[in-house]
Each structure stands twice: as structure tokens, then as C-alpha cells.
């Protein structure tokens, strides 16, 4: 039988969930949703009905005709809010709520701080899973694929910022400051050489067409120059995010 109302600390769990798996693999078949589910005493489908009612808030989803489910609880929203509002604060609490879930500590989790102390210990215990949570969420979302090029080993992707991390510490964390890039775009993007417009294509500054060897822009920024990137299935890059990169960074 299934049990009664969820508590906040449960959907606190949910939504972390939601934000590390791409919508399409929201199914009780998903090992992640198994695995958090056995950890909060929640059936699989039950889990997976939870991310629906998630999905039904993510006006990006709305915009797709993609509605989620119709009969999201008020607490959901609340929980949905909480963490769009302070990405810093609720990642934070998830992950050591998860800790708890599985028997362990966040600091346990993260030992190799053990030599600091205090405030410290844990402001750096804060950023390096904030940190990894963003890089799990980033390429989740982008299907393990490079925006641009399509590159998708894991190792080669960089959850890159379109705000840089030291500009905007209240927009570090949301998913839509950024976008799953391979290396080479995502240092051309983090030093503007490359932008990406309001309607989500790609271009090109002018002082890397005229520097770079025809060859090599040939092979890897042509046939991307004005065409549109790949796009997550949650989370769309905010077009006020794109637009602060194009003026403040993006070398014209």
C-alpha cells in the first residue's frame, strides 16, 4: 500500500532527482528513481508521478506542449519555488538530506576536506557539492550532448556559465545560466569568442575569423556559424542570461 502525504523533506528529495535525470527518463524504470525511492520508502511509479507534477511548473515544458501532470499539490509548488528562488541554499540542503537518506554525513561524503576546519570545512564542503550538482544538472539536461558540436562523451563536457560564476552569485547555480559545452567552445565562449542570440544560434566574433587559421576555423566553427544549438529538455538558457554574455562578453 502506498503511503500517505508527502513530506518536504521527501519532495525536497524528489526535485533533486528531477533536476539530475532528462525528462525523458522519468519512467519507474529509471534505476535513480529506484534507488531514491527505496531510500524514502516511496514506490517507483509514485517517485515518477512526483517528477511529473515538477514538470507541470517548468514553463519551458508548457511552451513544448509538454504539460506534465495536472494535479500538483500546493507543497510541490512551494518546493518548486524554494529552489528556483535559492539554487545556493536548497542544493545544498538536498544533498545533505540524501546524506542522511543513506546513512552517511555530507561531510563523510566529502572526506577529503577532513585536514579543515569549522566554517571553513563547511564552506568548501558547500561548494564543491553545489558544484557538482550544477555539472550533473547541466549535463543531464543536455543529454550528455556539446550544445554545439554534439560531442557526448562525459569527460569531454563542461557545464559552462553564461554569467560567469564570480559575476552573479544569486545565478550561479540556476540551470538556466547554463549550457553543456566540449572544451574548446566552452573556452571560446567563456573568453567571447563565440555568443549565442536570443533565438539560441550560434555566432561567431569577428576577431576569431580574422586570427584563427582558415583550416582550423573551417573544421571547427563553419558549418556552426548561424545555425541553432542544441537545446536542453528542461531549463532553457534564459534569453536575459544570453543577452548580458552577448553584451559584457561577447568580443563583436
Partial sequence: MERGNWTKEELILAFNLYCQ??????????????????????TPSALALKLFNFASFDPYLKERGIKGMQHAGKLDKEIWDEFTNNWDALIFESEKI????????IEKKYEDFEDKKGEDKIKEIKTRVNQNFFRKLILSIYNYKCAISGIDMPDLLIASHIIPWSMNEKERLNPQNGICLSPLYDSCFDQGYIGITSDYKLIISNILKKNLYKDCFDRNFRDFENKSINLPD?????????????KNIFKK
Avoid at 525523458?24 to 527505496?38: F, R, S, V
Avoid at 540524501?98 to 554525513?105: D, I, P
Avoid at 528542461?234 to 552577448?246: A, Q, S, T, V
Fill in 21 to 42: 535525470i532528462s525528462f525523458g527518463t522519468i519512467h519507474k524504470g529509471n534505476l535513480k528513481i529506484i534507488e531514491l525511492a527505496k531510500i524514502i520508502d516511496r
Fill in 98 to 105: 540524501l546524506a542522511k537518506g543513506q546513512n552517511t554525513t
Fill in 234 to 246: 528542461k531549463f532553457l538558457p534564459k534569453i536575459d542570461f544570453l543577452d548580458y554574455h552577448y
